[in-house]
């Protein structure tokens, strides 16, 4: 019977050792937490401002008037359209202006959305009319709408709904894109700096 010899199995070759591993990357200078938190800050500080802006036009008076028959003469921003504010309470007053420096009546308009507001501790306020401010030198006549009320009348900025949803939206926007992108860039920063070598070793 013949023997069959089998042939050695070659030695067994070790993988080769794995390379040294290199040496970390330093970690990120403080200055970028600073710029982080900047960017963080920033954001919240232009959101804010931004809201406090938009709500403030709301509240802004250029000019108050009795509503007691007789005219009175008053200067208002010519800026843009303003607003006749009646306490929402009673009867609205009946109010004429003039632009003093034409001698023409300014048209009033209804306003476009409905705005109120609360004022000075005089309660509840809303806007009646808007108009043109013309020269900005005017001059108001009102009426109180009931005979046994005297109605104060304020005259101010007339709201606008695109401006006030305009304000609204680049407040969220500065919040977003420069406090959202300040956190990102912290988090970032925070990881390189925790897998990082000192940046005193060399």
């Known amino acids: 019977m013949a023997c069959v010899t089998t042939p050695p199995y070659p030695p067994y070759a070790a993988p080769p050792p794995a390379p040294p591993p290199g ?11 600073l710029l982080a938190g900047g960017l963080i800050v920033a954001g919240i500080a232009i959101g804010a401002t931004m809201l406090v802006l938009t709500f403030k ?22 800026d843009g359209d303003r ?19 034409t001698g023409d009546p300014v048209t009033l308009r209804d306003p476009v959305g409905s ?3 609360e004022d000075g501790g005089r309660g509840e306020q809303h806007a009646a009319w808007t108009f043109d401010a013309g020269s900005g030198d005017l001059r108001i006549t009102c ?19 695109s401006g006030f949803f305009g304000g609204i939206a680049i407040a969220i926007a500065a919040a977003l894109l420069l406090g959202g ?3 990102v860039l912290l988090v970032v920063i925070a990881i390189l700096y925790a897998t990082g070598r000192p940046r005193s070793t060399t």
Do not use: K, M, N
Request: hydrophobic share 30%.
């Open 23 to 33: 040496p970390r990357r330093r970690r990120p200078s403080a200055w970028w937490f």
């Open 143 to 161: 009426s109180p709408g009931s005979p046994e009320r005297s109605t104060v009348v304020e005259i101010g900025p007339a709201p606008e709904l």
């Open 83 to 101: 607003a006749l504010w009646f306490e929402t309470a009673g009867a609205d007053p009946t109010c004429e202006v003039v632009d003093e420096e």
């Open 57 to 78: 036009g709301l509240f802004d008076t250029d000019a108050t008037v009795d509503a007691d028959g007789r005219p009175h003469s008053v200067s208002v921003p010519t």
């Open 181 to 183: 992108g300040g956190f």
């Open 115 to 117: 705005y109120t507001r």
